[in-house]
Antibody
Framework: EVQLVQSGAEVKKPGESLKISCQTSGYTFTTYYIAWVRQVPGKGLEWVGIIYPGDSDIRYSPSFQGQVTISADKSIGTAYLHWSSLRASDTAMYYC????????????????WGQGTLVTVSS | EVVLSQSPGTLSLSPGERASLSCRASQTVDNNYLAWYQQKPGQAPRLLIYGASTRATGIPDRFSGSGSGTDFTLTISRLEPEDFAVYYCQQYGSSLYSFGQGTKLEMK
């Protein structure tokens, strides 16, 4: 069974750093992309970026380029989203997600989702 | 970057009625890499449709997707009480992904 389990909720102050995680199981980690998606409370979904753990290919949404860093540890099947200096505007739920298959059109949508990590940034 | 515009913003219907949700792209969506998701409060999104018209595993056949190029539609043939939620479209193109702003389907 494919599972994506995210780290717990975080409360941070502006300027602090943070790394949240998405631990995967039930499949070969290096075979599938993992995406990060942001949802500000009461708002819509925003694609943050994506990583292919097989070769560490990483792409960012232009809106998030330079604001966050995506990485992965192949040895433990875990993807990460990192901020070096948080802002209040980073307050949101963050989801990791994986495609259904790595071939055909299903490779470009997200069938498996983590439970979300709520990040709150407040002074 | 492809911008997706969903309409209407809110759709008020009754159980048993037919729902049609629109997603319009600012430029052609590559290979019809267009997906639809359902999200209920407090839950992660759920994939309904990918490749514009293929139902994901376990999705009831009252959900259907259609369209190509820049205009796509999600149709729910007969609304069930559990279908009232927010729906998002999402596309992939030029190595980037994007989501529409969502349509809230509410019970009349």
């Amino acid at each position: 069974e494919v599972q994506l389990v995210q780290s717990g909720a975080e409360v941070k102050k502006p300027g602090e750093s943070l790394k949240i995680s998405c631990q995967t199981s039930g499949y070969t980690f290096t075979t599938y992309y993992i995406a990060w998606v942001r949802q500000v409370p009461g708002k819509g979904l925003e694609w943050v970026g994506i990583i292919y753990p097989g070769d560490s290919d990483i792409r960012y949404s232009p809106s998030f380029q330079g604001q966050v860093t995506i990485s992965a540890d192949k040895s433990i099947g875990t993807a990460y989203l990192h901020w070096s200096s948080l802002r209040a505007s980073d307050t949101a739920m963050y989801y990791c997600a994986r495609p259904l298959y790595y071939y055909d059109s299903s490779a470009y949508s997200f069938a498996f989702w983590g439970q979300g990590t709520l990040v709150t940034v407040s002074s | 970057e492809v911008v997706l515009s969903q309409s209407p913003g809110t759709l008020s219907l009754s159980p048993g009625e037919r729902a049609s949700l629109s997603c319009r792209a600012s430029q052609t969506v590559d290979n019809n890499y267009l997906a639809w998701y359902q999200q209920k409060p407090g839950q992660a999104p759920r994939l309904l449709i990918y490749g514009a018209s293929t139902r994901a595993t376990g999705i009831p056949d009252r959900f259907s997707g259609s369209g190509s190029g820049t205009d796509f539609t999600l149709t729910i043939s007969r609304l069930e009480p559990e279908d009232f939620a927010v729906y998002y479209c999402q596309q992939y193109g030029s190595s980037l992904y994007s989501f529409g702003q969502g349509t809230k389907l509410e019970m009349k």
